[in-house]
């Protein structure tokens, strides 16, 4: 085989840069970085309370409905529905869509009929997402696979096509993934995913990226940096969503990911908005406005009776993929509500949300 070219994903804003000085592409990578790094940190987190069978199934159940949502529709931005191979066209929707994602993916056209699909690990510049693998069996991307890629055949219309996984990074694989197939015979529904660890690609095949299958007229370095934050956001908020359909576990369980991020994150937000001097209720209040801000949520902060106020235009539970209830979303709000209050022990103030996740208030303790 031979490796394809991978584009760098904007590294995180250099610390002596304001986030008043950031360029789109480092505000989305802060984006990209943060609520990814929440994504695999609940995923963790899931892991520990609901045990492995649990997690995963709950994985290819929030899968299913992310490609309900957005499979078809992406297939169209793309331009793939104007291609006559059906194996082409999914394993290059899953390559393009997760590579603008800014993961690592590749895919290589062995046939018209057999097109290879590549995740490989994370690079070394965002490492912590990469590390998820270690802690999973293959079961779980088998439950992914279930999840989606077998599917693509119902929804494109192909009652042949099937994805078979070959390759696990879990154990010690250069890449997770396998081959999208057109068998020529309908297939039943326990077929669509097939498990042949170990087969190999043919010598010589060569691998593509994603910035061999996008056109840069269509996809400008504008559009690339905001789809990139978008794909971060939305996929968060899936998760948020699943982990929180888990069992009565399933608030601790999100909250206790997201803190895990947030405080991590302090001196990245005190070195984007924060300063030495600074009133530390007033320092917490420009986090959490960063915090939507970078998702691409307008956000204002004014001063408020004894601490500030907050409202966004947007509340993060409405990027999730299947429609919301008001209490759902008044469920989601207060995870994250409740996550920015432990964020805010340290800096002697408190945090509060309302129902709608749009209007916030931060106050000393």
């Given at each position: 085989m031979t490796s394809p070219k991978f584009a760098?994903?904007?590294?995180?804003?250099?610390?002596?840069?304001?986030?008043?000085?950031?360029?789109?592409?480092?505000?989305?990578?802060?984006?990209?970085?943060?609520?990814?790094?929440?994504?695999?940190?609940?995923?963790?987190?899931?892991?520990?309370?609901?045990?492995?069978?649990?997690?995963?199934?709950?994985?290819?159940?929030?899968?299913?409905?992310?490609?309900?949502?957005?499979?078809?529709?992406?297939?169209?931005?793309l331009g793939l529905d104007r291609l006559e191979s059906h194996a082409a066209a999914a394993a290059m929707y899953h390559c393009i869509s997760n590579g603008i994602g800014g993961l690592r993916t590749g895919y290589a056209i062995e046939s018209d009929k057999k097109v290879w699909l590549m995740y490989f690990p994370y690079?070394?510049?965002?490492?912590?997402?990469?590390?998820?693998?270690?802690?999973?069996?293959?079961?779980?991307?088998?439950?992914?696979?279930?999840?989606?890629?077998?599917?693509?055949?119902?929804y494109l219309g192909n009652?042949?096509?099937?994805?078979?996984?070959?390759?696990?990074?879990?154990?010690?694989?250069?890449?997770?993934?396998?081959?999208?197939?057109?068998?020529?015979r309908e297939l039943a529904d326990h077929e669509l995913v097939a498990d042949k660890r170990g087969e190999q690609p043919p010598p010589g095949l060569k691998i593509l990226g994603t910035d061999d299958a996008l056109d840069p007229k269509a996809w400008p370095?504008?559009?690339?940096?905001?789809?990139?934050?978008?794909?971060?956001?939305?996929?968060?908020?899936?998760?948020?969503?699943?982990?929180?359909?888990?069992d009565d576990k399933?608030?601790?369980?999100?909250?206790?990911?997201?803190?895990?991020?947030?405080?991590?994150?302090?001196?990245r937000f005190h070195a984007a908005v924060g300063g030495d001097g600074m009133d530390p209720t007033a320092e917490l209040a420009k986090y959490v406005q960063l915090f939507h801000s970078v998702a691409g949520v307008p956000a204002e902060l004014k001063p408020a009776a004894g601490g500030w106020e907050l409202k966004v235009e947007k509340g993060l539970a409405e990027f999730?993929?299947?429609?919301?209830?008001?209490?759902?979303?008044?469920?989601?709000?207060?995870?994250?509500?409740d996550a920015w209050r432990s964020a805010g022990l340290m800096m002697d103030s408190t945090v509060s949300v309302d129902d709608s996740g749009k209007h916030w208030t931060i106050r000393p303790r």
């Open positions: 760098q994903i904007p590294l995180l804003p250099a610390l002596d840069r304001r986030a008043d000085d950031w360029t789109l592409d480092e505000s989305s990578s802060f984006a990209s970085q943060l609520y990814l790094g929440m994504y695999f940190a609940i995923a963790m987190a899931m892991l520990r309370d609901l045990g492995h069978e649990t997690t995963y199934r709950i994985y290819g159940q929030m899968l299913s409905a992310h490609q309900k949502h957005f499979f078809i529709p992406g297939i169209r931005k690079t070394a510049d965002n490492p912590g997402a990469g590390f998820l693998p270690l802690a999973t069996h293959p079961e779980l991307p088998l439950d992914e696979y279930r999840g989606w890629h077998g599917n693509n055949g119902r009652r042949r096509l099937r994805f078979v996984a070959t390759h696990h990074i879990s154990e010690g694989d250069p890449f997770m993934g396998g081959y999208f197939e057109d068998t020529g370095p504008e559009r690339r940096a905001k789809a990139l934050r978008k794909y971060a956001v939305t996929w968060f908020a899936d998760r948020l969503q699943s982990a929180l359909g888990a399933g608030d601790a369980i999100a909250r206790r990911g997201i803190q895990f991020m947030l405080h991590t994150w302090v001196p999730v993929g299947d429609p919301q209830s008001d209490q759902d979303k008044a469920r989601f709000a207060k995870v994250l509500g």
